[in-house]
């Protein structure tokens, strides 16, 4: 070093070598991922997917301002995961820091509530008295027009429990989300999703919210959700999917959560094979929602020459007529066969669903409003579980399922396998580990759910009623169809196939009710909302990621199986050795300076004592 600074020119070549490590250092990310499970490291397919963005997206992060530690901790998450896809994507990803309630320009608010107001007024309201009553008429109603906009993108605020002073907390609102836009495109990024977990309170026995361990899912979830946000919005051209209709399919207002789930990342259109020479193969997958009316050979030979043909089908099927509705006017209801004709198509696939209705234990159930007695001439309202209802167990290995909460199902059936030769069957949703299948025809009562019943009877355990199929099929009527009727598919898809000439997929649920929303005289409610409990199970999700999964990219998918490990103290542990790490932390270290005070005086003593 000396020989170099010492060199006519040394000052100049350092200040270069310098200027050069900095540069390779601003151009070149470097990161050294410790962790076991490789949480700071972005998958293969997403690093491809951040490197080839041909527009730019923005993403607008949210979750800003100050949280207790485990919102922080997923604010953390958030940052570095993001700033690690932008070392990938460079200038075609834009992020930003925004807080909710400045989501809608001042401007526009202002714009917004002055047309509002002068609509009332053309109405004939006095709302300028009004407004001299409640003076912060506006600043309110400017803050629902926020909620409300964000409301529409599926941003939903979460009430945060913020303590204060002890024995002291208050509720605020926040939006643990983000806005991903490219061109005019829009998508909305849930940061808080993913399976929610529970522990069990030492101090009163009930089950409580872990929000620790709950945030660690949703953190693990980030980088598929990302990903899947980015890799939608740049399709140049989305998946078109159908929905069946012409034999009893719900069309009114139980389809509005479906239909809007759909749109936000596909094309979608009605079809009715009644009316259709054939389903054409450009959708990419068909929806069949709770039929109600029997199938003629014409169209299920229909369905089956369009998975011939590489169709994919996705099946919500209730075999028994029993419906919640019949119990709200008598107290009891007959549950018995619909007569769909679909089980040798079914079976000829590698499944039958059986005629029967599956029961959970509770409380892997939902609950039910009920009159349990009469005080005072006024009747008593109690949530009560409703086993008919179960909250379906997802598989923790498959990536369409993996990281996610229960499924909400309704007088579902359950399922068995067959063999069917070139089909993989995963089992992706099942009872719980205790339940129980009840025969049918058999009569459901409300009186029944006022005892309780024997827990040993529900002896049965994962009961499959969620079944994808994938391969290559044979067709139902490869060895039926005659001259004519070869003929007839051949004129529109230009073959009549005995069997698929790809490997395509098929999704087989036990529960027509599972994709279909409750609804209000004010509004519909999202599909898996139980009114009861005010909570949206994961049948959206469900629904988004079998979709994703058949029609768009696999390997984005494969994200979900990606885990971060909470690894929490030991809660028991910590309240026994407490005061031994506190005296290890805070009097060890002030023991160790004054040790070496005393050694280092005692060693200058006997140096200069000696000289």
């Known amino acids: 070093m000396n020989k170099l600074l010492s060199h006519k020119y040394g000052w100049l070549l350092l200040l270069i070598a310098l200027v050069l490590i900095n540069v390779a250092a601003s151009r070149l990310r470097v990161r050294l991922d410790m962790t076991a499970e490789q949480r700071y490291s972005l998958s293969a397919p997403t690093r491809s997917l951040l490197k080839n963005m041909e527009e730019p997206v923005t993403v607008d992060v949210l979750l800003t301002g100050e949280f207790p530690a485990v919102f922080r901790k997923l604010q953390k998450s958030t940052d570095d995961l993001l700033q690690v896809m ?9 992020i930003r820091y925004t807080d909710a309630n400045a989501f809608i320009p001042a401007e526009t608010r202002e714009q917004m509530f002055f047309d509002f107001m002068n609509q009332q007024r053309r109405m004939g309201y006095n709302v300028d008295s009004l407004l001299q009553v409640q003076p912060n008429l506006q600043a309110e109603m400017m803050q629902q027009m926020i909620s409300d906009s964000l409301k529409a993108l599926g941003i939903l605020p979460y009430n945060l429990q913020v303590q204060q002073k002890e024995n002291e907390s208050s509720q605020r609102l926040i939006f643990p989300s983000a806005i991903v836009r490219a061109g005019d ?33 949703a953190e693990a979830l980030l980088e598929f959700k990302f990903a899947d946000a980015i890799a939608k919005i740049q399709r140049k051209q989305q998946p078109l999917i159908g929905y069946l209709v012409g034999n009893g399919e719900p069309v009114g ?33 068909v929806l069949i929602v709770k039929p109600s009316v029997p199938f003629s050979d014409s169209v299920k030979m229909k369905l089956d020459q369009y ?28 549950a018995y066969d619909r007569g769909l004709n679909l089980d040798d198509l079914l079976f000829k696939y590698g499944v039958r669903i059986k005629r029967d209705l599956l029961q959970n234990l509770p409380p892997n159930c939902d609950l039910n409003k009920l009159v349990v007695g009469n005080a005072g001439g006024q009747p008593q309202l109690a949530d009560v579980p409703f086993n008919y209802y179960p909250l379906l167990t997802v598989s923790p290995s498959h990536p369409i399922t993996k990281n996610s909460e229960a499924v909400l199902g309704q007088f579902v059936n359950t399922i068995d396998t067959v063999k069917a030769e070139g089909i993989t069957k995963s089992i992706l949703l099942t009872s719980s580990e205790n339940s129980k299948t009840v025969s049918t025809p058999a009569v459901i009562s409300l009186d029944e759910l ?3 019943e024997n827990p040993k009877l529900y002896n049965k355990q994962f009961l499959p009623a969620g079944v994808l199929l ?5 067709s139902l009527y490869g060895n039926r169809a005659g001259a004519d009727m070869r003929a007839y598919f051949e004129k529109y898809y230009g073959s009549f196939l005995t069997s698929s000439k790809q490997a395509t997929q098929q999704l087989v649920v036990a529960d027509g009710d599972m994709v279909l929303n409750g609804y209000s005289q004010e509004q519909p409610f999202t599909m898996g909302y139980s009114p009861v409990q005010d909570h949206s199970f994961a049948n959206k999700i469900f629904l988004q990621n079998t979709l994703e999964y058949m029609t768009g990219n696999a390997s984005i998918i494969s994200l979900r199986s990606k885990e971060a490990a909470v690894r929490l103290l030991n809660k028991e542990k910590v309240e026994a050795e407490k005061l031994q790490w506190q005296l290890i932390n805070i009097a060890a270290p002030v023991i160790l300076v004054i040790l070496g005070a ?13 000289a």
């Open 470 to 474: 994938e391969g290559t099929f044979g």
């Open 450 to 452: 006022k005892t309780i």
């Open 598 to 610: 005393f050694v280092f005086t005692w060693w200058r003593r006997k140096k200069y004592a000696a």
């Open 307 to 334: 998975v011939m043909q590489g169709g994919k089908l996705l099946w919500f099927v209730d075999v028994l007529y029993a419906e919640k509705d019949s119990l709200a006017f008598q107290a009891r209801t007959l």
């Open 185 to 217: 495109n829009i998508l909305s990024v849930d940061l808080l999703s993913g399976k929610t977990e529970y522990s069990r309170s030492s101090l009163t026995g009930r089950l409580e919210l872990d929000e620790a361990k709950s945030i660690g899912n």
């Open 86 to 94: 932008k070392a990938y994507a460079g200038n075609n990803l834009i």
């Open 253 to 285: 207002p139980e389809t509005y959560d479906l239909v809007q789930t759909v749109e936000k990342s596909y094309q979608f259109n009605i079809i009715n094979p009644n009316t259709t020479p054939v389903i054409p193969k450009d959708f990419a997958a």
